[in-house]
């Protein structure tokens, strides 16, 4: 089975730009998180949707962020305009609800490693 | 404010040691607590978990104890292998994730 999968792996992009990354969850899975991972604060919690509705958005830094979910198999992440400071790995988790009740397990991609100049 | 805390940016530990990595979380309604292990260019995977009904969960080399009352977990990798060098991620939540900031285990051959 196909993980977590997400896109692009690297992005190197000037201040101002508009950036959006992109995460296909795992097939059957209906809660999907975006974390942003960085050194002083490790893994940050963005935004989670549960059956495609955002549920918690209160960690998404500013109105410069916002994320979509429009249907069970895909989300998007996006940043407009970019600043220096959103540089990071951006990662996209999923989970199923049974998984949860069991172990909070979390099903993480690979990551977007963004880059703004 | 971070939920949950790791004190300990880095471990270094001879293979065949115990290595014990520590957590600390700050809100008592939390039911799951999990470590993930994370190697480069690679996202966090899942190593081993608890609820909160449980003190103690073992699976292999692994094990992770939680302690309540003092809001604490850790994790026992015995025997350390070369291998296990990773960062190391505590989490916990309910419906959600909280993580903390992750601990650099190297153990040394």
């Known amino acids: 089975d196909a993980g977590v999968i997400q896109s692009p792996r690297h992005e190197v992009t000037e201040m101002g730009q508009e950036v959006t990354l992109r995460c296909k969850p795992i097939?059957?899975?209906?809660?999907l998180f975006w974390y942003r991972q960085t050194m002083m604060r490790g893994l940050e919690l963005l935004i989670y949707?549960?059956?495609?509705?955002?549920?918690?958005d209160s960690g998404m830094p500013e109105d410069r962020f916002s994320a979509k979910m429009p249907n069970a198999s895909f989300s998007t992440l996006k940043i407009q305009p970019s600043e220096p400071r959103d540089s990071a790995v951006y990662f996209c988790a999923s989970s199923y609800d049974g998984t949860v009740a069991n172990t909070g397990e979390l099903f993480f991609g690979e990551g977007s490693r963004l880059t703004v100049l | 404010d971070q939920q949950v805390k790791q004190n300990s940016p880095s471990l270094s530990v001879q293979e065949g040691r115990i290595s014990i990595l520590n957590c600390d979380y700050t809100n008592s309604m939390f039911d799951y607590f999990l470590w993930y292990k994370k190697y480069p260019a690679e996202g966090p995977t899942f190593l081993i978990s608890i609820s909160s009904i449980k003190d103690k969960n073992e699976d292999g080399r692994f094990t992770v104890f939680l302690n309540k009352s003092a809001k604490h977990l850790s994790l026992h990798i015995v025997p350390s292998q070369p291998g296990d060098s990773a960062v190391y991620f505590c989490?916990?939540?309910?419906?959600?994730?909280?993580f903390g900031t992750g601990t650099r285990l190297t153990v040394i051959p």
């Open positions: 989490a916990a939540g309910a419906n959600n994730l909280f």
């Open positions: 097939s059957g899975h209906n809660s």
């Open positions: 949707f549960n059956n495609n509705v955002p549920i918690d």
